[in-house]
């Protein structure tokens, strides 16, 4: 079975939040284009750190940011503006970010809206 590696018991200091990879890695990591990361970060959906040099670096929490913005794309179709919203309740409820995409399922299958449908 496959362990995520910032829940590997081995990682002792490890910083989910360090900032350490390039858009191109999070690009692939996502299977987006670059462009798609750009403008998630020009709408503040998706916002990395930036390098001395004012090159993105994302963190593994921006990838699994990136992992929750591509399910309510892909899977529930969502838009822009509609994420944004849903971020922001998401914030106002203080729902952990580590528990947005199990908060936002069981919302989903509540008012029955399934990937399928999307």
């Known amino acids: 079975m496959a362990m995520n590696l910032a829940q590997s018991p081995d990682t002792r200091g490890f910083d989910s939040e ?14 987006v284009h670059q462009r798609t990361l750009r403008i ?20 593994f929490n921006d990838i699994e940011r990136g992992k929750f913005i591509q399910y309510l794309t892909r899977e529930l179709g969502i838009n822009l503006a509609g994420i944004k919203i849903i ?11 580590n528990n947005y995409m199990e908060h936002i399922h069981e919302v989903a299958k509540e008012i029955n809206i399934s990937p399928e449908e999307a």
């Not at 360090?18 to 299977?31: T, Y």
């Not at 971020?87 to 970010?97: G, S």
């Open 40 to 59: 998630y970060d020009d709408e503040n959906i998706l916002v990395p750190s930036r390098s001395p040099k004012n090159r993105r670096l994302y963190s």
């Open 18 to 31: 360090k900032p350490m990879f390039p858009i191109s890695v999070v690009a692939d990591i996502l299977k």
């Open 87 to 97: 971020i922001h309740l998401l914030k106002q409820q203080k729902v952990n970010p």
